[in-house]
């Protein structure tokens, strides 16, 4: 089936829409511009006259006739008005003027006229040309002028009675413009929307067959992921309309129009089925039920239950695909859930390695990328990038190329770019003391070292004393050879023993500690209390789960993010007294470490000190330099 197109959203009769405006009644407000308005007229009428026409008394024209001054003259009824031209300039005015003066009984008039010359001629009453000139003209622009202001102000009126209408964007296939090329490592997900990209091109076929193709398909993944991506991508195969709307449009204001707004948008895309009707981040509108109160939630929950109705209205082969995204699945509701209605469930995963090559092909595509450039390496060096951070970090190489004046994107631009994205922008401007620069320098090679010696840890990429970001004055940039989806728990300690190991080398060396580890022990303590609480990895605690995590299990990795006590006080008691156990067996690891290992430390930190960054070749060349062949590799 072709395309429907439609150039723009057309407004179409909407017999259960916003009710009508009410009818109208003459405005007050009309009497008033209409007194308004003869007030005006007054005083433009007399200032039009005052301004041009110089009304004199009756004496002082026969004075000026008298001398010989008044050329011409016309004679009303009731006026005469002509024109005077002085004898001799006046110092404050001009010499000649249009006069007006109201006619006095005088039966000598014609006669002084003559004989001084002056050309007069008598006028019957302008009546009509007056009314027409000085009244009818201008209450005729007021009037335009009025129908004007009211048309305008009469749509402005109507846009606000038409909130409820759904703002859904209906744009027709070549304007998503995305296809499934577009997306990359997620082959999984891509397998199972083509069917129903397959359905929305031939749905005859799975109508023959008595096949039901899902009505609701839910992607659910971390954010960034390419979920919107995805959904577009559908709607640009199957080249089909793509009515997308997200989540918090629904959720407006007013009670009762994000409601109206689903039935709009339900009804709008039944009308050009086959279709895709998309809700992104579902769980602004989809949340579990009766669980908050207040205003926002009565409307949140009607247009929740609208979505249900509708979902259940229409019928499952009617061409109307429904999607929806959200990074929150724990939360939704579970009526939306059950099958009927999104009972189909697809996952984005934060990509794997080759993933992450693929996207990283995707996004270089258009993109002059030097030879020395691998990809291979920059997924590697990525791991936990999800699709939006890769596009991001190829977007920053460019710009990194632009302000070198490279006509290419080099390595080095890419890895710029990847440290940029991981810790901020450099802050090389950031003015520090030698002597705070030596704590950083002993601090960072203090974390590398630590994580050099431990045999579980992940390797160290990096160690740098620029400044990065918001805080931080130096870093130290540890990344896993490959993916991980669960930790052992041996590499859980190292994690703890690397995470302190700054703190630990300031001791050793200064003997004095700083504020500077606050965020490594903020990070020690989550995963060390992930270990006891949840993980069950204390022997004294044991297996139970004490911790209800507050957090979706996307937004932390494996081992951070917040818990809520759910155990006696007794139990959080030892909890607390595991978590010290576990953090400070790591602190002592760490300082045993760099005592055994005293020259490396002062040996690297100089070295750092000198060329502010050490990269993973330079960094492990010189401990095997300092500790001879025994060193681990
Ligand atoms: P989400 O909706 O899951 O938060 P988006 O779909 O908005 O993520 O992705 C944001 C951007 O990241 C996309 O516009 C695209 O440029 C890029 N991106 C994300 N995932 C992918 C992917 N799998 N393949 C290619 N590009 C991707
Ligand atoms: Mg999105
Ligand atoms: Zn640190």
């Keep these: 089936m072709p395309p429907k197109r439609r150039s723009e959203r057309e407004p179409e009769p909407h017999p259960e829409g916003p009710p009508p405006p009410p009818r109208r009644h003459v405005p007050w407000s009309s009497v008033w511009w209409l007194v308004a308005m003869f007030l005006l007229l007054w005083g433009w009428q007399s200032a039009v006259d005052t301004f041009t026409v110089q009304t004199i008394p009756y004496s002082a024209f026969k004075k000026h006739v008298v001398a010989g001054e008044v050329t011409e003259i016309v004679i009303e009824p009731e006026l005469i008005h002509g024109h005077i031209k002085l004898a001799e300039k006046p110092k404050d005015g001009p010499q000649e003027l249009e006069f007006r003066t109201v006619r006095v009984e005088d039966k000598d008039l014609v006669d002084d006229l003559e004989a001084h010359d002056v050309t007069f001629v008598g006028e019957l009453p302008r009546l009509v040309s007056r009314l027409l000139i000085g009244w ?31 703002p859904a964007k209906l744009s027709p296939t070549d304007e998503t413009g995305v296809t499934f090329a577009d997306v990359a490592g997620c082959e999984e997900a891509k397998l199972e929307l083509s069917e129903v990209v397959d359905f929305l091109k031939n749905p005859s076929r799975y109508q023959a067959l008595g096949a039901r193709i899902p009505k609701g398909i839910l992607l659910v993944g971390p954010p960034g992921t390419g979920k919107t991506l995805l959904a577009k991508a559908v709607a640009g195969e199957a080249r089909v309309p793509f009515y997308s709307l997200s989540g918090s449009d629904f959720v407006e204001m007013f009670v009762g129009v994000g409601a109206a707004r689903v039935r709009d948008l339900f009804e709008q895309a039944a009308k050009s089925a086959p279709c895709i009707i998309f809700i992104d981040e579902l769980d602004a509108v989809g949340r579990q039920r009766g669980v908050h109160m207040g205003v926002v939630n009565d409307e949140r929950e009607q247009t929740l239950n609208q979505l249900l109705v509708e979902m259940d209205g229409f019928e499952a082969n009617s061409g109307v695909i429904l999607l929806a995204a959200t990074n929150r699945p724990d939360v939704l509701d579970r009526a939306l859930l059950r099958a009927g209605r999104f009972d189909r469930q697809v996952v984005l995963d934060a990509p794997d390695i080759d993933g992450r090559k693929a996207i990283l092909e995707v996004h270089a595509r258009g993109k002059p990328l030097a030879g020395d450039v691998d990809l291979g390496v920059v997924a590697q060096a990525t791991p936990g990038f999800a699709g939006a951070d890769l596009a991001n970090t190829l977007n920053e190489a460019a710009l990194l190329a632009a302000r070198r004046g490279d006509d290419a994107i080099h390595q080095v631009d890419v890895e710029e770019a990847i440290e940029k994205v991981i810790a901020g922008p450099e802050r090389k401007s950031r003015r520090l003391s030698d002597a705070l620069k030596r704590r950083i320098a002993v601090h960072e090679v203090g974390h590398a070292l630590v994580a050099y010696f431990s045999p579980h840890a992940d390797p160290v990429h990096k160690v740098s004393i620029v400044p990065r970001g918001q805080a931080a004055l ?22 703890i023993k690397g995470l302190l190991g700054g703190r630990a080398a300031e001791d050793v060396v200064f003997g004095e500690v700083s504020s500077g580890a606050e965020n490594d022990l903020e990070k020690a303590t989550a995963i060390a209390r992930q270990m006891v609480a949840r993980l069950g990895m204390s022997e004294r605690v044991g297996l139970p789960q004490l911790g209800v995590r507050d957090e979706s ?18 139990t959080a008691r030892e909890v607390d007294v595991e978590v010290r156990a576990l953090m400070s067996e790591g602190y002592d690891a760490a300082r045993a470490i760099l005592r055994g290992h005293r020259p490396t430390l002062d040996r690297i930190t100089e070295q750092l000190l000198k060329c502010e960054t050490l990269d993973h070749e330079a960094f492990t060349a010189l401990v095997v330099e300092i500790e001879g062949a025994a060193a681990p590799a």
């Design 553 to 570: 299990p996307f937004l932390g990795g494996p081992g951070i993010g917040g818990l809520q006590r759910d155990c006696a006080e007794d």
């Design 474 to 495: 130096g870093y130290t940039l540890q990344l896993p050879t490959e993916d991980q989806f669960i930790l052992t728990r041996s590499e859980l300690v190292d994690r």
């Design 136 to 166: 009818l003209l201008p209450i005729a622009l007021m009037i335009g002028l009025w129908m004007l202001l009211s048309r305008r102000l009469g749509a402005a009126a109507g846009q606000a009675m038409s909130f409820g209408k759904s």
